[in-house]
């Protein structure tokens, strides 16, 4: 077995529980490890500036992006859609830049970063190279919050293909606006037009493959989506990514643009640039939970790493 830290957790704990328990080598991605890098350009809504001062996000711009999918190889057929599957994308220009990550999930499958060390190690492949199921429950049993996320993706598979999947930031992000006031948003990405996909398109993805679904798709130019951002309440918990705000499906959103993907790029420039959730351009604030701040430092180090 491999050899788990000692001691409270740390980010670059993290980073390599979590490339042991995917059996990844030290150079890999933790998670997410395949992928396609793409090109593309962001329009803003007239509403943009409203919501936030951020120039990445009210100004027109050039988009570097990754799809990817967890669990699944280059090429895998995502059958029963119970990947968790990821969108980054970088917005604005110059020294304004914004590093946005999303997933298909709306929750995080843990609220602190001791949390999810553990729920890690109790995953850690024994000696036959399978997790042990009763230390699996017995962790689940003690840490019910952490089960929402897989529960969520159980209830709710994603479409067959990455161009027609719903992305969620989990964090609270507080954005503030060229009049000074500030309220917390969370980001959605959701898809521009996917109902014009007929059922054949999903059953071409599923007997294609993941990312060769999407180059088809961006080879066709029908690959869009709509940047929202839902809009807080008084007392939204924005310090637990392990739960939603009230009614979030049904309460006010605001579209702050539209990303158009053009073209697909060499994996290494999405390699060699890394997105890290850190770099946000003035008028989007970092998020003030714990594994927001843990996510910062990993992206980081993990990137380090890399090179």
């Known amino acids: 077995m491999t050899q788990l830290p000692n001691g409270a957790a740390t980010p670059m704990s993290v980073v390599d529980v979590l490339r042991a328990v995917a059996g990844r080598p030290p150079k890999a991605r933790a998670s997410f490890c395949w992928g396609r890098c793409v090109r593309g350009t962001y329009a803003p809504s007239d509403q943009a500036k409203e919501i936030t001062k951020s120039r990445s996000f009210t100004m027109p711009s050039r988009v570097l992006a990754r799809f990817s999918a967890d669990g699944v190889s280059a090429n895998a057929v995502d059958i029963d859609g119970c990947s968790l599957r990821g969108l980054s994308f970088r917005l604005g220009s110059g020294n304004q830049l914004s590093d946005i990550v999303t997933q298909s999930v709306p929750v995080h499958f843990a609220g602190t970063l001791d949390q999810m060390l553990a729920f890690l190690q109790a995953r850690m492949p024994g000696p036959d190279g399978t997790p042990d199921m009763a230390r699996v429950e017995a962790f689940s049993a003690a840490n019910p919050e952490t089960l929402r996320q897989a529960s969520y993706l159980a209830a709710n598979p994603p479409p067959a293909s990455l161009a027609c999947t719903t992305y969620w930031g989990v964090h609270a992000f507080p954005a503030t606006n060229a009049r000074g006031e500030t309220r917390f948003i969370k980001f959605k990405v959701a898809p521009v037009g996917d109902e014009r996909w007929p059922s054949e398109h999903a059953t071409t993805a599923k007997s294609t493959?993941?990312?060769?679904?999407?180059?088809?798709r961006i080879a066709a130019r029908d690959v869009r989506f709509s940047v929202m951002a839902l809009l807080?309440?008084?007392?939204?918990?924005?310090?637990?990514?392990?739960?939603?705000?009230?009614?979030?499906?049904?309460?006010?959103?605001?579209r702050l643009g539209t990303i158009v993907i053009t073209r697909t790029e060499s994996n290494e420039t999405c390699d060699a640039s890394g997105f890290n959730p850190a770099n946000l351009a003035e008028g989007i604030g970092h998020p003030p939970d714990e594994i927001f701040a843990a996510r910062r430092d990993a992206y980081a180090l993990s990137q380090t790493e890399r090179r």
Do not use: F, N
């Open 232 to 254: 807080d309440r008084p007392g939204d918990p924005v310090m637990d990514v392990t739960i939603r705000w009230p009614d979030e499906d049904g309460r006010e959103a605001v």
């Open 209 to 216: 493959g993941l990312l060769r679904d999407l180059d088809s």
